[in-house]
Nanobody, 121 residues
Framework: QVQLVESGGGLVQAGGSLRLSCAASGSIFRINAMAWYRQGPGKQRELVATITRGGSTTYVDSVKGRFTISRDNAKNAVYLQMNSLKPEDTAVYYC???????????????WGQGTQVTVSS
């Protein structure tokens, strides 16, 4: 079984920083793209940032210049460094990974359980 476990959420004042981590474990042959999503109160889940296995990244416009996604392929982990946080960044943050369990299978998306980030004004 494959699991994604997130950590690093919490309460921070506006302008502060947090670093989210997400580690995948279980039967994993390879992880392709990894990503962070978030869902704020009363909002739909939105894609925040993505990173390919080779390290190419994309960001939603609202976090460009403030958030940085990175990964460690040896640890099957993805990170989200969040700086200059704003109250509108308040949300549950979810990691997502496109995982091949075996070399002969196709990839499947897996989700973490979510971690709460609250930014106070």
């Amino acid at each position: 079984q494959v699991q994604l476990v997130e950590s690093g959420g919490g309460l921070v004042q506006a302008g502060g920083s947090l670093r989210l981590s997400c580690a995948a474990s279980g039967s994993i042959f390879r992880i392709n793209a990894m990503a962070w999503y978030r869902q704020g109160p009363g909002k739909q889940r939105e894609l925040v940032a993505t990173i390919t296995r080779g390290g190419s990244t994309t960001y939603v416009d609202s976090v460009k210049g403030r958030f940085t996604i990175s990964r460690d392929n040896a640890k099957n982990a993805v990170y989200l460094q969040m700086n200059s946080l704003k109250p509108e960044d308040t949300a549950v943050y979810y990691c997502n990974a496109d995982i091949l369990k075996y070399y002969w299978t196709s990839s499947t998306p897996y989700w973490g359980q979510g971690t709460q980030v609250t930014v106070s004004s």
